[in-house]
């Protein structure tokens, strides 16, 4: 199995920070990578697919990049209602794995 | 719009069978595979497999293999995940996930709410 790794775990950052989370594929998986967000007691939502291509209706300040192993999701103006857990996925092999999760937390 | 509404939560007792149901509307059933995608508490995700509804063929993950059926009934564009043989490790919430690509097997992009299933003797 490809195993995804998420860092930081979690993260303290303030409105209108930049933050950056980085995921780190186990093998080289081109661009076939999804990012999550989930808040306490929801469903996972769905940001970003194909490494860097943004869902229909997520904010422009949500972007993705990367490709083979290394792989980051960028917020660009944190928003209060940002704060949440974030996941990345691979799906260029199955199964199918998502990361360990980023905690984005307010400071 | 898309929706997917799950059935309701379920506690069951270890070694039983539990099937949760996964209503879609707003969009044309046999299009879409259908992935589900279980929760531990406090947990991360874990993939458990799809259905392509249009085929009915199954795409498991190894680990559950010999214990997880998926299912559709097309009549009613609803996707069913069966879980048996329960143990406590299976505790969790347990979603559907509708694939973002007509036809394949990529990545979900609309997702069910979420049903919560407890395995307690």
């Known amino acids: 199995d490809i195993q995804m790794t998420q860092s930081p775990s979690s993260l303290s950052a303030s409105v209108g920070d930049r933050v950056t989370i980085t995921c780190r594929a186990s093998?080289?998986?081109?661009?076939?990578l999804a990012w999550y967000q989930q808040k306490p007691e929801k469903a996972p939502k769905s940001l970003i697919y194909?490494?860097?291509s943004l869902q229909s209706g997520v904010p422009s300040r949500f972007s993705g990049g990367g490709s083979g192993t290394d792989f980051t999701l960028t917020i660009s103006s944190l928003q209060p209602e940002d704060f949440a857990t974030y996941y990345c996925?691979?799906?260029?092999?199955?199964?199918?794995?998502f990361g360990g999760g980023t905690k984005l937390e307010i400071k | 719009q898309v929706q997917l509404v799950q059935s309701g939560a379920e506690v069951k007792k270890p070694g039983a069978s539990v099937k949760v149901s996964c209503k879609a509307s707003?969009?044309?059933?046999?299009?879409?595979?259908m992935h589900w995608v279980r929760q531990a508490p406090g947990q991360g995700l874990e993939w458990m497999g799809w259905?392509?509804?249009?085929?009915?063929?199954?795409n498991y993950a190894q680990k559950l293999q010999g214990r997880v059926t998926m299912t559709r009934d097309t009549s009613i564009s609803t996707a069913y995940m069966e879980l048996s043989r329960l143990i406590s490790d299976d505790t969790a919430v347990y979603f559907c996930?509708?694939?973002?690509?007509?036809?394949?097997?990529?990545?979900?992009?609309?997702w069910g709410q979420g049903t919560l299933v407890t395995v307690s003797s």
């Open positions: 093998q080289g998986i081109s661009s076939w």
């Open positions: 996925q691979q799906y260029h092999r199955f199964p199918l794995t």
């Open positions: 259905i392509s509804p249009n085929s009915g063929g199954t």
């Open positions: 996930a509708r694939d973002r690509m007509a036809y394949s097997s990529t990545c979900p992009d609309y």
């Open positions: 707003g969009y044309t059933f046999t299009v879409y595979y």
């Open positions: 194909a490494a860097s």
